[in-house]
């Protein structure tokens, strides 16, 4: 009998426990240089690189592009292991996993424009459109401004936001080498996530390479791969769930801190000498981790409603995007109010420019504010539905 050394196992063959296992494995030399990308304002190279090797990418890449076509809740807990060592660096880690996953649900064609010359090719995307889209033969001259670009500055292609016929959005995909970027993210939070404005002029972007997005979000990809998992995924779904996983992260990111560091920390203006035996700091920091207990507990069921749907071949039904859109603003509220509450048992010196808590907090609260996430905006789509209005007055 040959024995196979474990190496030589191939990298489809990983587990899912194996994979966010990789994360988990990359937290020391993410917060290593987690300050570093926080002042270039984009995650260090030697990062990205890491996270490469990593196949953290690819994960919703099929199989045949040498990915690993893992489900959504592997993806989401490989990125909130990314976001536990930074938030920045488990932003642009979700961001791009989905981008590039998604890259598979294009035309043939595309796909192998995308993958075929580099099968490890890692795609941004901005759908807000542009500001130029011209009808030409075969295909769109386009032009324009895309900000809030997370993760451009290493990214080969970006999916973009382009006005079709009938005043619809579509994505197009278009290479790196026809954009610049302007610098224009000089933010509070998230500082490294490098989400600069994308700049077009005059591009061609052929038809096999535009996608409508309101086909999308109806499950009517492009790809004949039909039998794929990313083919099933609900779109708009995945988009919203993916950007709580960094919030996840970032909530174990603080609680840990606050278990090795709070305990014996004198307890000011009392008679208390260690925090540990305070009862005001054990509510508090009891209160925090059942927050993050249910944050996480509601992500996990968003990623198993969506994973079911794609592993039947199905498109979830509207009543459940809409508790997804929801539940994903849901999830930000309760990290966000744990975190705040950590830094309360922490003391004000949490806000100090030096201490990890300030970034995680700042990460956390900017996060939070994406559109995708809004609280509000997602109780009134599914409050909608649940009283019986079919038209929710977002896309969902």
Request: glycine content about 10%; aromatic content about 6%.
């Amino acid at each position: 009998m040959t024995m196979t050394s474990s190496a030589a196992v191939s990298d489809l063959e990983a587990s899912d426990a194996e994979l966010v296992g990789r994360a988990t494995g990359l937290v020391p030399l993410i917060r290593e240089y987690a300050m570093q990308g926080s002042e270039a304002r984009r995650v260090a190279p030697e990062v990205v690189k890491a996270l490469e090797d990593a196949d953290i990418f690819r994960l919703l890449v099929p199989k045949r592009y040498g990915g690993h076509g893992a489900t959504l809740r592997t993806a989401v807990d490989a990125v909130a292991e990314v976001a536990r060592g930074d938030g920045s660096t488990g932003w642009i880690a979700a961001l791009m996993t989905v981008g590039t996953g998604f890259a598979s649900t294009s035309s043939a064609q595309a796909q192998e424009d995308v993958f075929g010359a580099n099968a490890k090719a890692k795609v941004c995307g901005v759908f807000s459109p542009g500001s130029k889209s011209e009808r030409v033969d075969g295909g769109y001259l386009v032009s324009g401004r895309w900000p809030y670009a997370s993760g451009s500055f290493a990214a080969d292609w970006g999916s973009l936001g382009i006005p079709v016929e009938g005043g619809e959005l579509a994505l197009a995909l278009i290479p790196a080498e026809a954009w610049t970027i302007e610098p224009t993210w000089f933010v509070a939070g998230m500082q490294g996530t490098g989400s600069d404005t994308i700049v077009v002029e005059d591009h061609f972007v052929p038809d096999h390479r535009v996608q409508p997005v309101k086909d999308m979000f109806e499950g009517r990809y492009l790809t004949p791969y039909t039998d794929e998992r990313m083919a099933s995924m609900a779109f708009n779904a995945v988009a919203a769930a993916i950007l709580v996983a960094p919030q996840i992260g970032l909530g174990r990111h603080a609680l840990e801190i606050t278990r090795a560091k709070l305990p014996l920390k004198p307890v000011a203006y009392t008679s208390y000498q260690e925090a540990r035996l305070s009862p005001t700091h054990q509510l508090g920091v009891a209160g925090a981790a059942t927050k993050l207990h249910l944050a996480e507990l509601t992500v996990e069921r968003m990623c198993l409603d969506i994973d079911r749907a794609a592993a039947d071949h199905r498109q979830l039904d509207l009543e459940t995007r809409a508790r997804i859109r929801n539940d994903t603003g849901v999830v930000a509220e309760l990290v966000t109010g744990a975190i705040d509450a950590l830094l309360t048992a922490n003391g004000a010196g949490s806000f100090a420019e030096v201490n990890v808590l300030n970034r995680i907090w700042r990460d956390s609260e900017t996060a939070a504010r994406h559109a995708l996430v809004t609280p509000e905006i997602g109780k009134e789509a599914y409050g909608r539905l649940l009283l019986g209005n079919e038209e929710p007055t977002i896309a969902l």
